[in-house]
Nanobody
Framework: QVQMVESGGGLVQSGGSLTLSCTAS????????VGWFRQFPGKERELVAH???????NYADSVRDRFAISRDNYKKTVYLKMNSLKPEDTAVYYC????????????WGQGTQVTVSS
C-alpha cells in the first residue's frame, strides 16, 4: 500500500501562482506514474496533468501552458506548479499513483483545496 500526501493548497488571487506537492510513501517511487486530478463540487474528478516513469508529461487543455508537472524521485515527490490561476481553477486537487503492476490509478491522496479569488 502506498500513501500519497498532498500539500500546498490555499487561497490565491486571480493571476497568482501556487505549487502543490504530492509525496509518496513507496519504498521505490521511480516505477510509478503520478497524476494530478481536480474535482469541482458535484462533478467527477478530472485529470489535470500526469507524469510517467520516463517523465513524459501530459496536460488537460484547460491548463496547458499554465500548469507544469515535475517529479523528484529522490524525494518521492511530484509537483504541480500552477501559474496564471483563474477562479475556475478553484477545486479540490488530488494526486494519484499507478504502476504497471496496479493498472488503474490505485493510490490516492486526501486532496487539497485550491481557491482562486477574483
Amino acid at each position: 500500500q502506498v500513501q500519497m500526501v498532498e500539500s500546498g493548497g490555499g487561497l490565491v488571487q486571480s493571476g497568482g501562482s501556487l505549487t502543490l506537492s504530492c509525496t509518496a510513501s513507496a519504498s521505490t517511487f521511480g516505477p510509478y506514474a503520478v497524476g494530478w486530478f481536480r474535482q469541482f463540487p458535484g462533478k467527477e474528478r478530472e485529470l489535470v496533468a500526469h507524469i510517467n516513469r520516463a517523465r513524459y508529461t501530459n496536460y488537460a487543455d484547460s491548463v496547458r501552458d499554465r500548469f507544469a508537472i515535475s517529479r523528484d524521485n529522490y524525494k518521492k515527490t511530484v509537483y504541480l506548479k500552477m501559474n496564471s490561476l483563474k477562479p475556475e481553477d478553484t477545486a479540490v486537487y488530488y494526486c494519484a499513483a499507478r504502476s504497471i503492476a496496479t493498472g488503474p490509478w490505485a493510490y490516492w491522496g486526501q486532496g487539497t483545496q485550491v481557491t482562486v479569488s477574483s
